[in-house]
């Protein structure tokens, strides 16, 4: 008894300290490129524009933030530079169209809205270098996601949740 009493307490001290070492600290929900993501700003972005996207769950909200954060210094670094106030007009304009008053959006939903904008643009240009340069810099920009939102996958830019092997649905039979 005393051998798996120790080790639970092990367990736990262990989990602990990965869950604060990916996390950073308290209310931290992702670092991108030493640039932090609080819960605070996923949840106020989640509140905004959850009635524009097909997924507003907090991980696919940390995922549109953590690569609105890498597109945008890559489109910014070939030229494409899109305001806060294009991406301003382009929410209130999709807000208007759902028969919702403008937000006082934050810098993450903004963020979000300037790629989408910058994406619009680069998509008219036909350019693809920048969608290579996307891509490889999804792969290669120090990104660390707090575990709870789930399990950053530098191949798509999207943080996933991982295969718990632990839960089993039940058969229909139960």
């Not at 262990?14 to 869950?19: H, S, V, Y």
């Not at 605070?40 to 933030?65: F, H, M, T």
């Not at 998509?123 to 789930?150: C, K, S």
Request: hydrophobic fraction near 45%.
């Amino acid at each position: 008894m005393r051998v798996r009493r120790a080790m639970t307490v092990a367990a736990v001290a262990l989990g602990t300290a990965l869950l604060a070492g990916c996390a950073g600290q308290p209310g931290t929900a992702a670092v991108v490129d030493g640039r932090t993501f609080t819960d605070a700003q996923v949840a106020r972005a989640a509140d905004e524009l959850g009635p524009y996207l097909a997924n507003s769950s907090p991980d696919a909200v940390l995922s549109a933030i953590v690569q609105s954060e890498i597109g945008l210094a890559v489109t910014e670094a070939h030229g494409v530079v899109v305001t806060e106030d294009q991406a301003r007009v382009f929410l209130d304009t999709l807000a208007e169209q759902a028969g919702a008053e403008p937000a006082d959006w934050g810098r993450e939903s903004l963020a979000i809205a300037r790629l989408q904008v910058a994406g619009q643009q680069l998509a008219e240009q036909g350019d693809e270098t920048i969608a290579a340069d996307f891509t490889r810099a999804l792969a290669e920009v120090p990104v660390t996601v707090n575990p709870r939102y789930g399990v950053y996958d530098g191949q798509s830019g999207r943080i996933a949740q991982p295969e718990r092997a632990w839960i089993v649905a039940p058969s229909a039979g139960e």
